[in-house]
């Protein structure tokens, strides 16, 4: 059909309504329905590209484009975003109810000590509360390994800070991190498991208070070929339990963590020694300073 200013056109909707069909001449027979009557909507469309008839034929065009392999990619990217963060979700979970129960329940086995076992047959470790730890051992590994452990929340800057400064020659990992590893996850230096303990660790820091931190840490650290855990390094290094080591029995026995298969507290070399000694003041300052106060309340 055409108007009297000339300028319009016929045009008919489908029966679905959904797509929109132009016709630049006559109009198109319409379609008919079982019982044979017309089921076409007649309109007109108004030239033009800001038209009403316009947009919507250009809307129906774009929704055909999308019943196509893009509206498949689309839905499929929906649905992958949405099984993701459904499977985020459930990991998340699953970390913290895996820390949850640590607060509570002494972790049977590590990684470490399993592999330990496998290698050697068999390994030396026996689980001690902190109460039953000599408190001289508990400040001296403290300052050996972690002398703002009461100051941070499972990362202290300002060593991350130095270690970038000095390259691999130093390390900033805190006592809380060095759980994670040792519970949790494994000990090889991959991005993988650093991704996975600076997520854990802030749990750890708030799920646990700071003594069960170091209690646990105390139990399943090595401190020698196959002596995990302070009470099997104290019996084995000095032939008394944890709860009756003295500063510099602590301080030796602290001095070897960093590389315990490598370095004896029964047998110290200078280097030892010395370390040891400036353990020694470093727990000494602990005590003074009162930041030993989280673990010892």
Known sequence: MKGAAGNVAPFF????LRSVALCEG????????????????????????GSLAAKRWAVAKKSRKRTGIRG???????AALVWLGRAMLALLAVVVLAVAIYRFVDPPLTYLTFTEKRRLGQISQSWVALSDVSPDMARAVVAAEDANFCLHWGFDMGEIRKAVAGGAERGASTISQ??????????????ERKAAEAVI????????????????????????????GIEAAARKNF???????TLAQGALLAAVL????????????QFLKDRATDISIGAASLEASGRAACFED
Do not use: H, M
């Open 178 to 191: 060095q759980v994670v590893k040792n519970v949790y996850l494994w000990p090889a230096s991959r991005w």
């Open 13 to 16: 909707i489908a029966p679905d």
């Open 201 to 228: 660790t802030p749990f750890v820091e708030l799920l646990w208070p700071k003594a069960r931190i170091l209690e646990v840490y105390l139990n399943v650290a090595e401190f020698g070929e196959g002596v995990f």
């Open 72 to 78: 498949w990619l689309v839905r499929l990217r929906r």
């Open 258 to 269: 960093p590389n315990p298969k490598a370095r004896s507290a029964a047998a110290p070399t």
């Open 239 to 245: 032939g008394t339990s944890a709860a009756r080591l």
């Open 26 to 49: 006559p109009a198109p027979r319409a379609p008919r329905d079982i019982f044979g009557q017309k089921i076409l909507g007649v309109g007109i469309r108004v030239r033009g590209r």
